[in-house]
């Protein structure tokens, strides 16, 4: 196996919300609406990156101005990120059940034809929060992440980013429905769970891939689960093009 690195030198400045489904400006290596899995252990990057997706860079707009509204849930009571106009919500200190009620409430019709309401839920290590929550509180969690519009109303867009320091900490069923992940560098057995359920490589192809992609401290895969085979794999933003790829897979 080959592998072509690109850089991503992406400008959308200016780029406005309208009333389509996707923004506009928003680069087409980034699914809008979305499961997003963010795994990586302490210290490894994984604050930086949400910052950066939801501030841009000089050349990557990413996903800034993209969402009206960020909720960012955690269980702890240090918010370690710095986001304009986030609602930061402590676990310890609210019920699950009311967390998700408020942002149902907050957040209903708000969008219209000419502009869709884009709503963003990170849940930082609060994942196993909401699944101890009980039957109701994986009930409004499954509506929200899920069917966004069918709760909020059809003019608006629901995006949930869960972030972890293990996969297998992240039930199967969520993962399932990853439509993309970030990965930092980990233990061996988290990357035999990355590539059995998210890498379409044998052990050779993937063993390359990261050695390649995690030959820096703070490097991360990104693998968007809705492009081909061959170009759906990144080294933090650039992108990799994997060629003489096994077939069989």
């Known amino acids: 196996m080959k592998i072509v690195e690109k850089l991503t030198n992406v400008e959308c400045n200016g780029a406005k919300i309208s009333g389509s489904d996707r923004p506009d400006g928003l680069v087409d ?64 200190e609210k019920d699950v059940v009311s967390v998700l009620e408020e942002i149902i409430e907050n957040e209903s019709d ?11 839920i990170i849940l930082d290590d609060a994942i196993n929060w909401i699944m101890g929550g009980g039957n109701r509180a994986k009930r409004l969690f499954g509506k929200l ?19 972890s320091q293990r996969i297998k900490s992240i039930p199967k069923y969520i993962r399932s429905m990853a439509n993309q992940v970030f ?37 991360f895969l990104f693998i968007n689960l809705n492009l081909p085979k061959e170009s759906r794999y990144f080294k933090n933003f650039n992108r990799l093009y994997l060629e003489n790829l096994d077939t069989s897979l």
Do not use: C
């Not at 969008?111 to 963003?120: A, C, F, I, T």
């Not at 990357?191 to 890498?199: G, N, P, R, S, T």
């Open 29 to 92: 290596w980034l699914n809008f609406v979305n499961i997003t899995l963010v795994i990586g252990l302490p210290a490894s990057g994984k604050s930086s990156l949400i910052q950066t997706l939801l501030n841009g860079t000089n050349t990557h707009r990413l996903y800034n101005n993209i969402f009206h509204s960020v909720y960012y849930i955690s269980p702890s009571d240090t918010i370690n990120i710095n986001i304009p106009d986030e609602k930061n919500i402590n676990l310890t």
């Open 183 to 219: 990965f930092f560098d980990s233990t061996k057995n988290e990357k035999q769970i990355l590539q059995e359920e998210f890498m379409l490589t044998n052990k050779k192809e993937t063993e390359l891939l990261f050695n390649h992609i995690y030959d820096k401290k703070f490097n």
């Open 110 to 120: 708000l969008g219209n034809e000419d502009e869709h309401h884009n709503v963003l």
């Open 145 to 163: 992440a899920f069917n966004g519009r069918h709760i909020l109303g059809k003019y608006s867009s629901v995006a949930t980013w869960v972030v």
